[in-house]
DNA sequence: CCTAGACCTCATGTAGAAGC
DNA sequence: GCTTCTACATGAGGTCTAGG
């Protein structure tokens, strides 16, 4: 059996657009610019040949068309979201961990955490910085006194000491789960071990 | 009224993948 | 290697709102 359906990256524009209500607000959440959002759901319209937005000056409206188009389409992604999730391999989800070249990372005891998180597949690149960050290359960043980004949260995880290392996760995945339990680690392991941050060393 | 800011549209260019 | 298609970015421009 095939499915007539259009294309999927049109209705994740579409179902991003309709749900903020706001081009912009939909290209944050999906990576892109507003103008790429745009186009595909001008495109997923004319594909359609229905209108789904109105387009207001500051402002974007649902027609009925899209009204009524919505709930399908986010069910369908949901849907899609919770089979992903069902198939539960070892490692769900992969997790990208970049660190300043200085931090010296056996006092973290990465092992242990990977022993306790079976679900979540945690990779080291080191050294890493905001620009392995920004490009995608890492998911997470060690970075050391560097604590306020657009964008991004910065958590601060070894409070008191000097310059400070600070965990830095972009807005949109601050919150996930799998990072939520790493932050916590990595407070719980920098206060067990204060000096981790201290001493420059070499690793590999 | 003027200006800045916000948001969207449109035209154009770029990069990668696929088909020939 | 060339062409086509898709997806996206960039930059200019239009319109509205808010503030001075």
């Known amino acids: 059996m095939t499915y007539a359906l259009p294309p999927l990256n049109a209705l994740r524009a579409f179902e991003a657009a309709a749900r903020h209500l706001s081009f912009k607000m939909a290209a944050h959440e999906l990576h892109v610019t507003p103008a790429a959002v745009g186009q595909q759901v001008k495109a ?44 539960k391999p070892a490692a769900a989800v992969l997790l990208q961990l970049g660190v300043h070249g200085s931090f010296d990372l ?20 080191q050294p890493a910085g905001l620009h392995e960050l920004a490009e995608g290359k890492v998911d997470l960043l060690i970075a050391r006194g560097l604590g306020h980004h657009p964008g991004h949260r910065c958590d601060r995880v070894n409070e008191g000491s000097g310059l400070g290392d600070w965990l830095i996760a972009p807005e949109g995945t601050a919150d996930c789960p799998e990072v939520v339990s790493f932050r916590e680690w990595l407070r719980a392991a920098m206060a067990e071990n204060p000096l981790a941050n201290r001493r420059p060393r070499l690793v590999g």
């Open 44 to 87: 997923l319209e004319a594909r359609l040949g229905v209108q789904l937005f109105e387009r207001l000056h500051k402002q974007l409206i649902l027609t009925e068309a899209g009204q009524a188009y919505l709930p399908g389409v986010s069910e369908g992604f949901r849907h899609i979201a919770d089979a992903t999730a069902q198939l």
């Open 106 to 125: 056996r006092r973290l005891k990465l092992a242990e955490f990977r022993s306790a998180h079976l679900e979540i597949g945690l990779q080291v690149l």
